[in-house]
C-alpha cells in the first residue's frame, strides 16, 4: 500500500506545537540572578518570549540557544538574537555580543548584535 502525503494544512498545523518540542537548547536560567529591568533604557531580561501572534518566533535551536536564523544559513551566527534554555529567556547576550555583526557605528558601539531599529522588530510584531 502506498502512502500519502500528509495535507499541507496539516504540516503547517503542526508547526506552532513543534517550537514548545525543543531539543536542548541551554540550562534553564535561573531568573532570582538577573535583575528583571536595569532602568528606563534597557530591556527586561529573565523574561520568557511569549508565545503569542504579537511575538517572532525562533526558528532553531543550536550552540544552545534559541535563535532566529536571519540568513537563513540553519545555524546561530553572531548577529542573530538568541534566547536561553527550554522557556527561551532573554538575557542580556540576547542582543549584546562581544564582537557584534552590527551594521551601523551606533549599533557596535554599545556591542548590539543588530542596528537598533532592525534589532527590536526580531522579536516585536510592531
Known amino acids: 500500500m502506498q502512502r500519502m502525503p500528509l495535507p ?15 531539543p536542548d537548547c541551554g540550562m534553564e536560567n535561573n531568573t532570582a540572578t538577573y535583575a528583571h529591568g536595569l532602568g528606563p533604557n534597557h530591556h527586561p531580561i529573565a523574561r520568557p518570549l511569549p508565545y503569542s501572534a504579537e511575538f517572532n518566533q525562533p526558528v532553531a535551536c543550536g550552540d544552545g540557544a534559541w535563535y532566529f536564523d536571519l540568513n537563513h544559513n540553519g545555524r546561530p ?3 542573530e538574537p538568541k534566547l536561553y534554555g527550554p522557556q527561551r529567556v532573554i538575557a542580556c547576550s540576547s542582543c549584546h555580543a562581544d564582537s557584534p555583526d552590527a551594521k551601523t557605528e551606533t549599533a557596535s558601539s554599545v556591542f548590539l548584535r543588530q542596528d537598533p531599529a532592525v534589532l527590536c522588530l526580531i522579536c516585536h510584531k510592531l
Open 77 to 79: 551566527d553572531p548577529g
Open 8 to 22: 499541507l494544512i496539516v504540516v503547517l498545523a503542526c508547526l506552532p506545537m513543534l517550537a514548545h518540542a525543543a
